[in-house]
């Protein structure tokens, strides 16, 4: 891989921190505050759907810098990722459901479901992280 495509991976790597740092801070909310706040709604609708964004312009620059099979949409970006033992079976689905949400977000977004956003934002914020645990591990083992 080359030095420009592991910086720009860096970078997203970096802002997927930050997204997830932000979010963390609000975690505390019960599901009523959430569903009051409409500025918090929004904050934790964007800042989800930029950081499933992050993930997938990482996987796009692994694939693309590899020569990896083409994907043929989002969803399919972590399909190939995990064809190359880069991400783990049991992480497959959940990065999955996190691309089927992206495009719900950006193009559906009359139908966001509160309460489906409010368990992503309570729940599974780990997923986050261990696909960035996976993306790193495979960086570190290009470069041995």
Not at 15 to 36: I, K, N, S
């Amino acid at each position: 891989m080359s030095s420009d495509t592991d910086l720009i991976i860096e970078e997203r790597l970096r802002l997927l921190r930050e997204y997830l740092r932000d979010l963390r801070a609000e975690q505390d909310v019960t599901f009523d505050q959430y569903r009051e706040d409409k500025k918090l709604r929004r904050f934790v609708e964007r800042t989800l759907q930029i950081a499933v964004e992050a993930c997938l312009d990482i996987g796009n620059h692994i694939i693309a810098s590899e020569g990896f099979r083409y994907p043929e949409d989002n969803k399919d970006i972590f399909q190939v990722l995990h064809e190359e033992g880069i991400i783990s079976d049991e992480l497959l689905p959940q990065l999955i459901k996190m691309a089927g949400f992206r495009n719900i977000m950006v193009h559906d977004y009359a139908r966001i479901d509160d309460a489906v956003v409010y368990g992503i934002l309570k729940k599974r914020l780990g997923d986050f992280d261990e696909y960035a645990r996976a993306i790193v591990t495979y960086l570190e083992s290009q470069h041995e």
